[in-house]
């Protein structure tokens, strides 16, 4: 299987703003947010589905879900959810978990604008604030 954009993240040969990293799993923004402060957390082995993941994998993948929701719940009090979505459709061929602070359906559903250049000024603000 050809290397995806996460794998290349994880090799460094590809910036990201992290918040999280163990040696199963990284936490990094999103460039293209579905609300400030969305995450992705991602496996450090690259498969195609959530579920061809291992049991232990799986577990650390979402061990750093919880702490990466808890911490969105610390630095946004204010917002009524946190999301943890697993959909896959934004970059394939490599598991991932999508978790963002949000109030509204309409917040939840919220489809970026891929096309803009990312801010990477803001991007790395709150990477900075979020890391643990």
């Known amino acids: 299987m050809e290397d995806s954009v996460f794998t290349k993240i994880i090799k460094g040969e590809?910036?990201?703003?992290?918040?999280y990293e163990d040696?199963?799993?990284i936490a990094f923004m999103d460039i293209h947010p579905t609300q400030p402060g969305h995450v992705v957390v991602a496996?450090?082995?690259q498969v195609n589905f959530v579920w061809d993941l291992e049991q232990d994998d799986y577990g650390a993948l979402m061990a750093?879900?919880?702490?990466v929701g808890n911490r969105l719940r610390e630095l946004f009090?204010?917002?009524?959810?946190?999301?943890a979505t697993v959909e896959g459709l934004g970059i394939s061929n490599h598991a991932h978990v999508n978790v963002f602070p949000f109030d509204t359906?309409?917040?939840f559903r919220s489809i970026p604008d891929s096309s803009k250049e990312p801010d990477h000024n803001e991007l790395a603000k709150m990477a900075e604030k979020l890391r643990f």
């Open 14 to 19: 590809i910036p990201c703003h992290k918040v």
């Open 105 to 107: 359906a309409e917040e």
């Open 23 to 25: 040696d199963k799993t």
């Open 43 to 45: 496996p450090k082995v």
């Open 77 to 83: 009090p204010g917002k009524a959810r946190i999301a």
């Open 64 to 67: 750093t879900v919880h702490k």
